[in-house]
């Protein structure tokens, strides 16, 4: 799916998960406003657990500062593969870099 992460359907088939390849550390709320602008997404929690992206449309994206995402409410594995395609770039070289206020 991507060279950063992989992409597969829960096991409750209610989200996408995507994983990163390699491990990452990420701060998620130096990396909040970027993501939202990247995926067209409103900040809708930024904590250091926890950063979540929402849209009008009800498209949620949970991130995890291990770069795990969920992805909610996304009608197609393309959608979702394009969401986390925009976003892999700057979550994994956030993380390998530690530098997330780029």
Known sequence: M???FT????SDKTAFEAKAKMPVALDLEALADEASEKTG???RVSLPALLLLEGDDGRRINIFPSGRMLLRR???????ES???VLAPLLYQAGQEGDTKR
């Open 2 to 4: 991507s060279e950063f």
């Open 7 to 10: 992409l597969k359907l829960c």
């Open 41 to 43: 997404l409103r900040v």
């Open 74 to 80: 996304f009608p197609s594995r393309e959608e979702a």
């Open 83 to 85: 969401a986390v395609g």
